[in-house]
């Protein structure tokens, strides 16, 4: 077994024309320099999805869905990552090389691989034995669940037998064989006492088997429901290498284009809720797994659509399981995003709701769901009592994680000036006490800057030190202040940076630290962007290309790079950075002209900020003659700059 080499990779997006790739499944039209269509990742009737040529990398501005050609084949068509590889390079004429791995990295692929043809195995199994069980297929029945609806989820069922895996398997005596079941969660191993046989059983007895698929449609975990009464009612797999339940939304996959087509997503509790709505006309519908909504989960859906509808029973588990919802949702919030909370009377789910009162009833609560913010004041106020003094606070005690869970967005402000409304306070005072950093206020008068005339005029008319000859001058040299490095220096080389990441490479020490000043005087943010976008270069790997042309200098580069960051804790600055340099038509030789011609700036600034450092010294009387002879050559030195 062996690995894919990243020089191949880079070589490939460099060959590849993401335009072509994406072109076979999206309507493009040409923009500028780029390519517009509709997103095929959420629903729009306006186009924000952008395909650049030169960067081989595609970016939605609506939900953010972006990548290389290898990752828009991984998210349109399920494929893994290897099989998008290999599925380019079949379409490039390339012949696919691989390095050797570690023991480890085979042993694990193996792994997965076994585990995927035994539960995809199981899976076939528990769908002939459901074909053959006349009580489960009337339990479905009636449930109201048709033979087409239980066929498109799979639907299966787990005989009331402990060893009915053996008739597919083989014996589970044979230790290999259990190991790989074990793993699975399709088994379970008793404890074993001595001189007696491992006790060996499955897991799921007498129950319908509901498949959890991943996005190729591959099975990778199972639901178990039982027919009569008994506890659990319903019985997950555990965490095993191919299923985690919050990286796993049950019916997503049946769910993606129904999704697309009515532009929302319901979520539910339950593997019959969705099956059953599914049935009833709600194809746009998923479900956790038994667990909280994760943040995980909230990403998967946010790509999909941009409106989501979280439906819970009204009893206190629900309100807990919505509540863990909101705290899950509101720092992935942005205000192109609606999310909405449906809670039904107690006596009923969806399933039972839709039933009794029909679908056009349900479609009604639905669009009446309430909204996110109004959940936001019902959670942060429950129990409080806000006429008095103590309730109100008590009410911003609550609110302040959620506040500051949340990013800077227009919603946030609205909620804030709400809840300060409502608690007789300001919005000031709420966000002083939430620690929430309020935008600043427009400068009322303009701040005088000594630019580099004023210094040159300055040095021509004699040395400030015979400013004690006149006290204007005196008092002119006392009111210097030293000049700021222009803030969208810093800017403008995180966006070259981010854009040819070998120049961030290659900059030595003294560039580093100019860069990481000019992010510093510009914002705390911008700071932490840089340090992180400069480590960031440093793990790229230079890949000599073809001539005097590096890999690494590529298209493709930019793309593989894009990749890395989105992996790294400041993703979501990365996207804003990426968003403004998407439509950028820059090239290698323009990018490294710019980064030079930031330096120089910069450079340039400091000079000026050293020269005014002394002159006030000598307006002090506490400048040396050492310090005289450094304010002569900076005065040289801006002259000739």
Partial sequence: MALIPQSFIADLLNRVDIVDVVGQHVKLKKAGANYQGLCPFHSEKSPSFSVSPTKQFYHCFGCGAHGSAISFLMEYSGLGYVDAIEDLARSAGLDLPREERTANDVARAQQAMALSEVMSSAADWYRQQLKGNTRAVEYLKGRGLTGEIAKRYALGYAPDG??????VFGSYTNDEVAKTLVEGGLLIQGEQSEGAPVKRYDRFRDRIMFPIRNPKGQTIGFGGRILDQGEPKYLNSPETPLFSKGNTLYGLFEARQAIRAQEYVLVCEGYMDVVALAQLGFPNVVATLGTACTANHVRMLLRQTDKVVFSFDGDSAGQR?????????LPLMSDDKEIRFLFLPTEHDPDSYVRAYGATAFEKVIKEAMSISSFFFKVVSE???????????HTHHAAKPLLLSMPPIALRTQILRELAIRTNTTPAELESFCGLTAVPAPAQQARSQINSNSFANSNRQGAPWQASKGSAKRVAIQNIEPPKAPTDLAEQMLRVIIQFPHLGKSLDANKRSLALKAAEQRSTKALSLMQDLLSQ???????????????TAGAGAFAMFQDQLSRSELAPLYEVLRNRVMGSDLDLDGATADLEGAFKKLELTHLKQEMTAIAQKIAGSTADDQDRARYRELGEKLKFS
Avoid: F, K, M
């Fill in 162 to 167: 402990w060893q009915g895996l053996e008739s």
């Fill in 537 to 551: 270069c440093d793990l790229v790997e230079l890949i000599p290309g073809e001539g005097n042309q590096s890999a």
């Fill in 321 to 329: 399981a919505a509540q863990r919802a909101l705290e899950a949702c």
């Fill in 383 to 393: 129990d409080h009592e806000l006429t008095t003094p103590e309730g109100r606070a």
